[in-house]
């Protein structure tokens, strides 16, 4: 406006700041989308699925940026689950930001010492529980308590939605997420989802 306000007015400055503007407006634009897409309950999308495949997916999908880390990733993932309930693409986004959100905490330790644990279980009578283990900068005691806020992040970059969006999709398959520190060092993010 100061631009187009001038004598004569500066139309060519005044163009390139609403075309910065208008850049914004459809980069927000696309981040709310993003978001939206992900926290939608797409319940109609449920069907019985096979856990490990699913994690399996997600963890060949992410080898090459694990090992780009220095990162060795191994799975242990019980034969014979019980099938659950669920939206597959949701909860390979659950288990892909746990394992983003553990190569990022391994970033600032000795490159020998970065591992990742991805395994499933049968939680007898409870249902499935899927467990990713790193040994990264684990969780202060304020981090454990607020992990799970909308835009708590400890990242100069974060945003600190992913695991608020991760905990509203486990919840909207009538499971539950959970984060622990390990022993000697590093975190521990656990989900379970009623099994049937
Ligand atoms: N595996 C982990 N080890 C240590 N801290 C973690 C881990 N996962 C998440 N956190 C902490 O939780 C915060 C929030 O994570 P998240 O919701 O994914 O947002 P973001 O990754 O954008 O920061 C992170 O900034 C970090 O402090
Ligand atoms: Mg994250």
């Known amino acids: ?6 004598q004569p007015p500066g139309l060519e400055e005044a163009k390139r700041s609403i075309e910065r503007a ?3 407006a459809l980069r927000g634009g696309d981040i709310i989308r993003g978001l939206q897409g992900l926290t939608k309950k797409q319940t109609s999308r449920k069907e019985p699925l ?3 495949g699913a994690v399996q997916e997600v963890v060949v999908l992410t080898h090459g940026e694990a090992v780009k880390h220095g990162v060795s990733m191994s799975t242990r993932l019980e034969p014979s689950l019980p099938r659950v309930q669920g939206d597959r693409l949701q909860l390979q ?3 892909l930001n746990l394992i983003v959100n553990a190569i990022q905490a391994m970033s600032g330790i000795d490159v020998g010492c970065r591992e990742l644990q991805i395994s499933t279980e049968n939680a007898s009578g409870e249902g499935v529980r899927i467990s990713v283990r790193d040994t990264g900068s684990g969780l202060s005691p304020e981090t454990l308590l607020r992990v799970f806020e909308p835009f708590y992040t400890t990242r100069a970059d974060g945003m600190g939605m992913g695991l608020a969006i991760c905990r509203s999709i486990i919840e909207a398959h009538g499971g539950r997420l959970w984060a622990t520190g390990c022993e000697p060092n590093g975190a521990l993010f656990q989900f379970m989802i009623p099994a049937g």
């Open 93 to 95: 986004q659950v288990i």
């Open 22 to 24: 208008v850049e914004g």
């Open 50 to 52: 096979d856990i490990n």
């Open 1 to 6: 406006m100061r631009w187009l306000a001038r």
